[in-house]
């Protein structure tokens, strides 16, 4: 077996009893990339010399015993939205396109600390603002189970590297569905972890009410490990808390488990291929201890319109910082010299962001304004109430919620680029989670018929991320979904 083949936590023992060294492991997922990412386009930045110099420092580390952790010496990949000293950061804009970072975000800083080492920065929609990683200002991602297909967003690249076996795991963004959407539809696994549970400093906002990093990784065993690893409160960040550690995953059974079926997540707009493998799904939880049954949630209707006026809104304020003055992006000055502050912001902004970016912030600065705020943006947070109080009562009853991760398999390149509602209405199973700030997690449950992956969602209540990873590992010893590689990249 190669060692690309191996998952997270499977190549740190590898590297801890010998049998191979952090630079070996390093040097093959950096051929990977050389070989493949061609036709993937994961990467927008390939850290091959400070990955290689990293290795050895951590190596020296490891030999010395002062790295000791399972995940020490195992390369990784950042989403271009998180920042690291020394290393461009673009957010997939050009607007940041020769930014380069002078500090590490809280989650890099975590992982470098227990050894970790970072090959590269995956590519992502612009600014997190997309759901298939073709806004990007770079180039698109392309989904390693079909190159002619999307891989998800706005963690495509992310989710692109892992699934292609570029990197046994990887650090992605979730707002509203990021990590999740684009784990289902490459067939790996994905944590959004309840908002203050890992820290938000160094991330580049979209809307900081919803943004939570996370991993995604082959398994449940390897996301536990990363989720333990990046966990955990920050001074630098007053939204972070520190959350209880995660339980042992336990038992293969799911015995004295609960777990609800939303029936407003099976209604219509689901493909029946995709509602077909989550219910098959659902049967081998049964089967696993679990007692399954249906339920219903009637606001989860309010979740798309309320989720983008708000993130709309926050993305509106978040992106006004960047307007040609202080970093960033800056027009070129006019030939006549004729131009006020406010033109050169005009034309900055006009030239430095991308499409699906100026969208939002229209979007967003409308709900603001003074004589709309109380129609659209006020009304959107008392929708945002009621979703949350309707997971408090479903979650008050059942251990868990399971539904599908997204409404269809990853669809073709360019196909909804020019249908903003088409592509929103993607995220309908993952806006809420978000909304409510509840954990959620993506795992493959099976394929189309196609051959290409579905995922299954599962949501638990707050600081729930043990539940959703017991059941994950278990479902997972059971079947061989998440083990399914991708054969068009060879």
Do not use: W
């Not at 038992?251 to 219910?279: K, N, S, T």
Request: a neutral charge.
């Amino acid at each position: 077996m190669q060692l690309t083949d191996l998952t997270a936590l499977e190549l740190g023992a590898a590297i801890k009893s010998r049998a191979c060294s952090v630079e070996e492991a390093v040097r093959a997922s950096l051929a990977r990339i050389a070989a493949l990412d061609g036709r993937i386009g994961a990467f927008i930045t390939v850290c091959e010399q400070e990955a290689l110099q990293e290795a050895r420092r951590v190596q020296r580390g490891i030999d010395d015993g002062s790295l000791t952790h399972p995940l020490a010496g195992v390369p990784m990949a950042l989403k271009d939205n998180l920042s690291t000293r020394g290393v461009r950061t673009t957010c997939g804009s050009r607007m940041l396109e020769g930014y380069v970072p002078t500090f590490d975000a809280t989650v890099v800083e975590r992982l470098r600390a227990l050894g970790a080492v970072c090959v590269g920065k995956t590519n992502m929609d612009e600014f997190a603002m997309g759901s298939s990683t073709e806004t990007s200002y770079f180039h698109p991602t392309r989904n390693p189970f079909d190159p002619a297909r999307v891989p998800g967003g706005s963690s495509g690249g992310s989710a692109a590297a892992v699934a292609a076996r570029e990197v046994p795991y990887a650090l992605g963004s979730d707002t509203g569905g990021s990590i999740r959407q684009p784990a289902s539809f490459c067939g790996v696994t994905g944590l959004k972890p309840t908002y203050g549970a890992v820290s938000r400093y160094g991330l580049i906002a979209y809307a900081s009410s919803l943004d939570q990093i996370g991993p995604l990784c082959r398994d449940a065993l390897d996301a536990a490990a990363v989720h333990a690893a990046i966990a955990g409160a920050d001074a630098r960040d007053a939204t972070s808390v520190q959350a209880p550690p995660l339980p042992p995953l336990g038992a293969p059974d799911l015995a004295g488990l609960c777990v609800g079926i939303p029936e407003e997540y099976l209604g219509e707009g689901l493909d029946p291929q995709v509602r077909a493998r989550v219910l098959d799904c659902a049967q081998t939880l049964r089967e696993l201890g679990a007692q399954v049954e249906r339920c219903s949630m009637p606001a989860l209707r309010a979740a798309i319109p309320a989720y983008y006026v708000l993130a709309s809104a926050e993305a509106s304020s978040n992106l006004s910082r960047y307007d040609g003055i202080k970093y960033g992006y800056r027009a070129a000055p006019r030939p006549d010299g004729e131009e006020d502050l406010t033109g050169l912001y005009a034309r900055t902004r006009s030239e430095g962001f991308g499409r699906e970016v100026k969208r939002r912030v229209l979007l967003g600065t409308f709900a603001l304004c003074s004589g709309y705020y109380d129609a659209y943006y006020a009304k959107a947070q008392r929708a945002r109430a009621l979703i949350r109080a309707s997971f408090d009562e479903a979650l008050a009853r059942f251990d868990a919620l399971l539904g599908p991760t997204a409404p269809t398999t990853a669809f073709p390149l360019g196909e909804r680029l020019d249908d903003p509602l088409q592509m929103y209405l993607g995220d309908i199973y993952t806006v809420s989670v978000n909304l409510a700030g509840l954990p959620g997690l993506s795992i493959p449950c099976g394929a189309d018929a196609q051959g290409l992956p579905v995922g299954a969602q599962l949501i638990a209540a707050p600081f729930g991320e043990g539940t959703l990873l017991r059941i994950a590992a278990a479902y997972q010893a059971a079947t061989g979904h998440h083990r399914r590689a991708p054969k068009e990249v060879g």
